[in-house]
């Protein structure tokens, strides 16, 4: 049998985890300088976590993992008999793959609730699982970095969180668009047009603005029931591009208001520095999940054709459904594949992001292999990454292996060295060759 991986999911072989790593290592390195602190949470979750947080579609692309052992044993025989797949899950599953790392965080909190600070601030940097079509830049299993804050309803947060996103793809050599709106704004919208009792499904067609386009928004919106002078309504404010103007067509919105009012206080922390991408507000922003409640937050990439690359939210009680009322949270997260995606395209991985060895010691017989043992211990207690080749073979042979490994250092070991109690280090980019003692090779390369 060949063997094969399932769709959706991919291997990463060096080079790849070298490039991973150093996205990874740039976004944990700006989180923990913003006082966020690490926590992790266990792959699967019970499907009573899961179910019901992410809307209609979240809840179809779950994956769902069989029961232990005889999963039929106590499966729905009404459901089985009529192929009643929604009806039959309960009976022979009760776990699935985290959709995501919030509502997992969310049921964390409400647990630990007794041993942890409020406002609490966590990171989070692991995979998650989506049952979806996989296309370029869409994955079924994928990596969220993700950094929320819970215990407070400051919008200071809202404008920390837009600071991170600003900050980490700064770092990482990425231009970006950070895109922010609020659910209350769509909420004013939907109260404007007289279709509040709709409104899930008009954020949810208004989220695949930018895949459907305005025709296909409207059509999506017929679909579910909207009428169409509140299709006109919502069209016609989805025109509107600033806060000043969005005002005055809220007069009879409370709710729309109070989201303008949000998205200005946001702004009142945020503008205090200048920041180094683009940030705009865009009525269109949608973001279908059910449990966004205030500010919410998407960052596309400039210069590259891929979906998001960044999102997030306020959540004013997703922990109320887990027994724990009136703690408000607020997180953005991260799209650590397709941000790698991106500096693959835009050819803006930095040279040494591949680079997991700074030295290798190539030693020409049985005795000089021994002293190139020995000096491959000092230089590793020295803090430099260094091997040895595993014989004394051909130089061409070792020389082969070290441009394999694409070290910048090779470090010549023969009869001569030994006596001289020193190595030749040779540059591999310039080929300059130099007879240094060891420790000398360390000042130099750990320079």
Known sequence: MKPSIPKGTRDFGPREVGKRNFIFDTIREVFIKYGYQPIETPVMENLATLTGKYGEEGDRLLFKVLNNGDFLAKADETALTERNSTGLIPSISKRGLRYDLTVPF??????????????????????VWRADRPQKGRYQEFYQCDVDVVGSDSLMYEAELAQIYDEVFAKL???????????????????????????????????????????GVKTEMAKRGISETAIETVMDLLQIQDLATLK?????????????????????????????????????????????????????AKGVKIGSIGGGGRYDDLTGVFGLSGVSGVGISFGADRIYDVLEELDAFPENATRSIQLIFIAFDDDAHAFAFKCLNEVRAAGINAELYPEPAKLKKQMKYANA???????????????????????????????????????????
């Open 106 to 127: 969310a049921r964390f909190v409400v647990m630990h609730q007794n041993d942890i600070a409020f406002p609490f601030k966590r990171y989070q940097i692991q995979p």
């Open 173 to 215: 050599g990425i231009e970006v668009v950070i895109k922010i709106n609020n659910r209350k704004v769509l909420a004013g919208m939907a109260e404007a047009a007289g279709c509040m009792d709709q409104f899930m499904d008009m954020t949810m067609a208004i989220d695949k603005l930018d895949k459907i386009g305005e025709e």
């Open 405 to 447: 490994r694409q070290t910048p250092y090779v470090a010549l070991v023969g009869s001569e060295e030994i006596a001289a109690g020193q190595v030749s280090l040779k540059n591999m980019e310039t080929g300059e060759q130099t007879r240094l003692s060891i420790s000398q090779l360390i000042e130099q390369l750990s320079q």
């Open 248 to 300: 005055t067509r809220f007069g009879d919105s409370p709710t729309g208001l109070k989201g303008v009012e949000e998205l200005e206080q946001f702004h009142r922390y945020f503008d205090l520095k200048a920041p180094q991408n683009e940030v705009k507000f865009d009525i269109t922003l949608a973001r279908g999940l059910n449990y966004y409640t205030g500010c919410i937050f998407e960052v596309s």
